[in-house]
C-alpha cells in the first residue's frame, strides 16, 4: 500500500504499528510518521518495559506533532501485562515524549467500549494509574485477563481527561477514540475471552464489524489541526452499536 496516499504530513508516533488499526493508521499518516512496535516498525519496543519505553523515547528526536497509543492486548494475555501495555505504557511514554511535544500538538489513545463495562470508581483508576509499574502486581492479582482488558481500557479513558487537563496550558490536545468491534487479529481473543455470541451480537445489530480504515480516519481527524477544538473527549467509533443496543434495552 501506498503510505504516501492522502498524506496529511504529520511527524507523529503511532504504537502498535505492525497490525490492524495502527498499521492502518500509519498508511494514512504518510511517511513522516514514526511506528513503534514489539516487531516489524521503525522503533521496536516492548511497551510492557519501563526501561525499553524510555530507551524509544530517547531515540526520538524532538519536535512532535503528536502520539497516537494504538498498541494494547486482549484479556487472553497475563493481567499484569495487559495493565502494563493497555493503560501505564501510554502514560509513561506521554510523560517521556512531553518536553518533545510542540506547542498545538495532539495525543489520542485508543480505549475501547469495554472501558465501559469496568464498575471502579475514578479514585481506583488513579491509583492504579498513578500506581505506576511498580505497582502492577498488587493491582493485578484481583484481576483474571478480561476483566484487566476492561479495568485497563477504563483507566487509559480516566488517563486521557487527566491529561488533557494537564496539557491544556501547552495548547497540547489529548482525546480516545472507543472503538466497538473491528475486523483485526484481536477480535480471535476476544472472541475466546468475551463469547463468540456477543461479538456476533454486535454486528448483528449494526450490520458489521468495523475497518481498521474506519478507526484509522477517527484518530487521523482528531490529530489533525481540523480538531483544534476538540479537547478531553473520548470518541466512540462504533457503527452506532452502543446507542442502538441501549435503545433496543
Ligand atoms: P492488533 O492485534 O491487530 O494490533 C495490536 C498491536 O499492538 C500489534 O501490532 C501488537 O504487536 C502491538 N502490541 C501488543 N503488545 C505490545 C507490546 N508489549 N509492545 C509493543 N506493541 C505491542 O489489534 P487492533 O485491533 O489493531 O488493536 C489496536 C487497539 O485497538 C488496541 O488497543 C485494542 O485494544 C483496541 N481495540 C480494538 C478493537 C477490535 O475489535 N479490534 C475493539 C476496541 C478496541
Redesign the pocket.
Known amino acids: 500500500m501506498d503510505r504516501n496516499a492522502g498524506a496529511l504530513v504529520m511527524r507523529i508516533l503511532v504504537?502498535?504499528?505492525?497490525?490492524?488499526?495502527?498499521a492502518a493508521l500509519m498508511t494514512m499518516l504518510g511517511a513522516d510518521a514514526i511506528g513503534l512496535?514489539?516487531h516489524g516498525a521503525d522503533l521496536v519496543?516492548?511497551?510492557?518495559d519501563p526501561a525499553a519505553i524510555a530507551d524509544a523515547a530517547s531515540r526520538i528526536d524532538a519536535p512532535l506533532d503528536g502520539i497516537a497509543h494504538?498498541?494494547?492486548?486482549p484479556g487472553t494475555a497475563d493481567a499484569a501485562i495487559v495493565l502494563a501495555?493497555?493503560c501505564l505504557a501510554p502514560a509513561l511514554l506521554t510523560d517521556a515524549l512531553l518536553p518533545k511535544l510542540r506547542e498545538g500538538a495532539a495525543i489520542v489513545a485508543?480505549s475501547?467500549i469495554?472501558a465501559l463495562r469496568c464498575d471502579w470508581q475514578a479514585d481506583a483508576l488513579d491509583a492504579l494509574l498513578d500506581g505506576g509499574f511498580r505497582a502492577l502486581t498488587h493491582h493485578a492479582a484481583k484481576l483474571a485477563g478480561p476483566e484487566a482488558y476492561e479495568v485497563s481500557k477504563a483507566a487509559l479513558s480516566r488517563w486521557v481527561v487527566r491529561q488533557s487537563a494537564q496539557c491544556q496550558p501547552r495548547g497540547i490536545r489529548v482525546n480516545g477514540v472507543s472503538?466497538?468491534?473491528?475486523e483485526?487479529?484481536?477480535?480471535t481473543d476476544?472472541r475466546m475471552t468475551m463469547g463468540e455470541d456477543r461479538i456476533a451480537a454486535a454486528a448483528g445489530l449494526v450490520g458489521r464489524h468495523g475497518t481498521?480504515a474506519e478507526i484509522a480516519a477517527a484518530i487521523a481527524f482528531l490529530l489533525s489541526a481540523e480538531a483544534s477544538w476538540i479537547n478531553g473527549i473520548d470518541l466512540r467509533v462504533d457503527g452506532g452499536f452502543h446507542t442502538v443496543r441501549a435503545m433496543a434495552a
Do not use: H, M, Q, Y
Open positions: 504504537t502498535g504499528t505492525a497490525s490492524g488499526i495502527g512496535d514489539r519496543c516492548d511497551l510492557a494504538v498498541a494494547g492486548l501495555v493497555n485508543v475501547s469495554a472503538p466497538g468491534p473491528v483485526t487479529p484481536i477480535l476476544f481498521p
